[in-house]
């Protein structure tokens, strides 16, 4: 019974000695006295009361500092601790805006399309706003510019000046639509036509259209059978036209020597006089490698072929003095002019390195 009435006494003397701190920290009503009382009282009745009180307090000093570093952390975190604040609602909006500054640096670095239509769906009354909606507008234009000249058809170009009329590209576009509706004609035309000569001028018309790679595949094929149909007659008349039908073919420097060695074959099996051998005025250094001078002193024009390792042609005018270079060998030389009645002359000479040289008269001669 003693211990009860002990314990009951005790407690009364806490109970009051707790009241008596509340009123004092009460009156004091700092941070210090209130943290000082729940301190000493931690399970006094009038606890709680201190607690809201010392919140009450330092309320103020969180929102100054908060204020101070002005992040969406500290902002979150006052609200965590002071939810009924009357600072909560300005706090609320602060988290808001510093979000879409945030979210605003993040679309301006990334400058996607995307990211800036779902930066207008998600802030529709931001003050960037009009901004967002420039920069995307101009976004979609390079991108639709970019997929028109890609495409690079007629119906591309027509769609990107009807949604934008007034680009800096419409100019462009116009061009370009104009350039593409009579590259489309060219095209039909040159498939109609399907020759070797067709499809080179589309391409030198037209050499960045998508059609210039099956162009180029279809002269090939043209050019492949043609000069098979030349090899096949071997005739100057058949090396003739295919030079005309492709002209810059693959195998037309072959043809123009195919032709020279035709010519002096013609040459040697016709009536002809026979040809001097030229004059050798010194070896050289190279022993593979010839250099002719040939002189016209003819009132005609001259043309000399050379049949042998190599085949080639000189056409010198009356007068002139032209020089060549062959590789060492043996070849076969013909040479005529442009006149009725003078005679071709042709003949063989072995070509050892050095240099040599020759000239070309003619003699009349009476019976």
Same mark, same amino acid.
């Given at each position: 019974?003693?211990?009860? $009435?002990?314990?009951? %006494?005790?407690?009364?003397?806490?109970?009051?000695?707790?009241?008596?701190?509340?009123?004092?920290?009460?009156?004091?009503?700092?941070?210090?006295?209130?943290?000082? %009382?729940?301190?000493?009282?931690?399970?006094?009745?009038?606890? *709680?009361?201190?607690?809201?009180?010392? /919140?009450?307090?330092?309320?103020?000093?969180? &929102?100054?500092?908060?204020?101070?570093?002005?992040?969406?952390?500290?902002?979150?975190? %006052?609200?965590?601790? %002071?939810?009924?604040?009357?600072?909560?609602?300005?706090?609320?909006?602060?988290?808001? @805006?510093?979000?879409?500054?945030?979210? &605003? @640096? @993040?679309?301006?670095?990334?400058?996607?399309?995307?990211?800036?239509?779902?930066?207008?769906?998600?802030?529709?009354?931001? *003050?960037?706003?009009?901004?967002?909606?420039?920069?995307?507008?101009?976004?979609?234009?390079?991108?639709? &510019?970019?997929?028109?000249?890609?495409?690079?058809?007629?119906?591309?170009?027509?769609?990107? #000046? =009807?949604?934008?009329?007034?680009?800096?590209?419409?100019?462009?576009?116009?061009?370009?639509?104009?350039?593409? /509706?009579?590259?489309?004609?060219?095209?039909?035309?040159?498939?109609?036509?399907?020759?070797?000569?067709?499809?080179?001028?589309?391409?030198?018309?037209?050499?960045?259209?998508?059609?210039?790679? $099956?162009?180029?595949?279809?002269?090939?094929?043209?050019?492949?059978?043609? &000069?098979?149909?030349?090899? =096949?007659?071997?005739?100057?008349?058949?090396?003739?036209?295919?030079?005309?039908?492709?002209?810059?073919? /693959?195998?037309?420097?072959?043809?123009?020597?195919?032709?020279?060695?035709?010519?002096?074959?013609?040459?040697?099996?016709?009536?002809?006089?026979?040809?001097?051998?030229?004059?050798?005025?010194?070896?050289?250094?190279?022993?593979? $490698?010839?250099?002719?001078?040939?002189?016209?002193?003819? =009132?005609?024009?001259?043309?000399?072929?050379?049949?042998?390792?190599?085949?080639? /042609?000189?056409?010198?005018?009356?007068?002139?003095?032209?020089?060549?270079?062959?590789?060492?060998?043996?070849?076969?030389?013909?040479?005529?002019?442009?006149? #009725?009645? #003078?005679?071709?002359?042709?003949?063989?000479?072995?070509?050892?390195?050095?240099?040599?040289?020759?000239?070309?008269?003619?003699?009349?001669?009476?019976?």
């Amino acid at each position: 019974m003693r211990y009860v $009435i002990s314990v009951l %006494f005790i407690l009364l003397l806490t109970g009051c000695a707790a009241q008596r701190h509340f009123e004092r920290a009460s009156q004091e009503h700092t941070i210090a006295a209130y943290r000082t %009382f729940i301190k000493k009282h931690p399970d006094s009745k009038y606890t *709680p009361a201190a607690r809201e009180k010392l /919140k009450g307090l330092l309320e103020p000093q969180a &929102w100054a500092a908060v204020c101070e570093n002005n992040t969406i952390e500290h902002y979150e975190k %006052f609200l965590h601790y %002071f939810p009924d604040s009357r600072y909560a609602a300005l706090a609320g909006d602060k988290v808001q @805006q510093l979000r879409q500054e945030q979210a &605003w @640096q @993040q679309v301006r670095e990334a400058d996607r399309i995307t990211d800036y239509r779902e930066f207008i769906n998600t802030y529709p009354a931001s *003050p960037y706003l009009k901004q967002a909606k420039e920069r995307l507008f101009k976004l979609s234009e390079q991108q639709d &510019w970019k997929s028109a000249t890609a495409a690079h058809t007629a119906e591309a170009y027509e769609r990107f #000046i =009807q949604r934008h009329p007034n680009s800096s590209y419409s100019k462009a576009a116009r061009q370009r639509l104009a350039h593409v /509706k009579g590259e489309q004609s060219a095209w039909q035309n040159a498939t109609h036509e399907n020759t070797f000569l067709a499809y080179l001028e589309f391409i030198r018309a037209y050499p960045y259209s998508p059609h210039a790679r $099956i162009a180029k595949q279809n002269m090939n094929a043209l050019d492949q059978t043609y &000069w098979q149909q030349a090899q =096949q007659r071997n005739s100057a008349a058949a090396y003739h036209n295919y030079l005309d039908t492709c002209p810059g073919g /693959k195998y037309a420097g072959i043809a123009e020597q195919k032709l020279i060695d035709l010519e002096v074959d013609e040459i040697f099996r016709g009536e002809h006089g026979d040809l001097p051998l030229m004059r050798k005025t010194s070896s050289g250094d190279n022993r593979n $490698i010839n250099e002719l001078e040939i002189k016209n002193s003819t =009132q005609y024009t001259l043309t000399v072929r050379y049949s042998g390792p190599q085949s080639k /042609k000189l056409v010198i005018s009356s007068g002139g003095t032209r020089t060549i270079s062959l590789s060492s060998g043996w070849y076969r030389i013909a040479a005529s002019v442009d006149a #009725i009645g #003078i005679q071709n002359y042709a003949g063989e000479q072995n070509l050892t390195g050095g240099t040599y040289a020759s000239e070309f008269y003619i003699r009349t001669s009476y019976y």
